[in-house]
């Protein structure tokens, strides 16, 4: 599975995800959906789409990854996990196909997610993409509005180590005929999507940053971002389709994002005296937007425990960390964690103040024995290393 094991388990086409979705009957044609991808903010503005549909009436899916705690946070209707009897059963009833045919993680799970938002007769279902766009598992869809967030250095080994191949790669979800929202600022990055928006005859939707954002629960700064571009999809789907959401109920779906589909781990606070914020920011871009944030923060001392898998580029994101910031590094539980002797050595070349330690709850605990209460601990560098202390 990609979530453990990286890049080994990526597949770079849809042949196999289309001969699932043959086998169980194209489940994928019997709901509308709405496609997001994006380096960065595609699970919040999943979640916050999600939400204000739950609120105004509809029967929501909502497809993500990857999972903090339980693999069936992935697929969720109206915030409730799938059940783990419907994953066993469904595992089981096609076990021989998924071996005979060799299928991936990403290709079985999304499978059992069409599957199952077609059972339960979904109104819609938002769908986030794995990883990039044009080949991702997802991609089978022809959703009512397709969404793109922004566009960011990650997963170069697969997508390119560019950001205009990045682009090309998340600009695979545009499809024919369907209007498309973006979010990226940066003219270079537009132009790619515009031009691949004309070829596929897509109305072209740039997100307004000069849009006034609706408060949401979601804390941070950053989720203002994230609020205009799912409220300009919103608007978008239902300038384009028979979908309708008023204005109270788009205002208390922003409001209620947590509450009604349980996303978790996005500038988190845990615990109050001293703090503790957790956040999964992992790549150069996010960890720049919560250095952002942390900016705007008042504390006495900055404490920060953190974790990252060996696919990362390690000095951009530590070029971008707080020099001021007393650190507590540790592998996360996870084949694909950094080694801790391999992380240290990056910290040591940065001149961090920093300790190692066994694992993300010890480093978590030392934190907190150390730290006053005025002082702030923050988690991050990692999903795994979230998943560990939540």
Known sequence: MYQRVGKAAYKANLDNTILLDNHLGSPHLSFSTIHVAGTNGKGSTCHMIASVLQEAGYNVGLY????????????????VMVSEDYVVAFVNRNKLFFESNQLSFFEMTVGMAFQYFKEQEVDIAIIETGLGGRLDSTNIIKPLVSVITNIDKDHVAMLGNTLIKIAGEKAGIIKNNVPVVVGERRDSLRNCFRESAIKKHSIYHQV??????????LKGEYQKYNSRVAQTALNVLTQSSNFKISLAQLEAGLLKVAANTGLRGRYELLQVQPRVIADTAHNKAGIKTLVKQLKLEKFNKLHIVLGMVSDKDVDQVLSLMPKNAFYYIAKPNVIRGMEIDVLSSFFKKHQFNFKKFNSVSDALDKAKSLAHS??????TGSVFVVAEII
Do not use: C, M, Q, W
């Open 374 to 379: 005025d002082d702030l601990i923050v988690v």
């Open 64 to 79: 993500t990854s990857p999972h903090l705690k339980d693999f069936r946070e992935r697929i969720k209707i109206n915030g």
């Open 208 to 217: 307004n940053y000069r849009l006034k954002p609706l408060a949401t629960d």
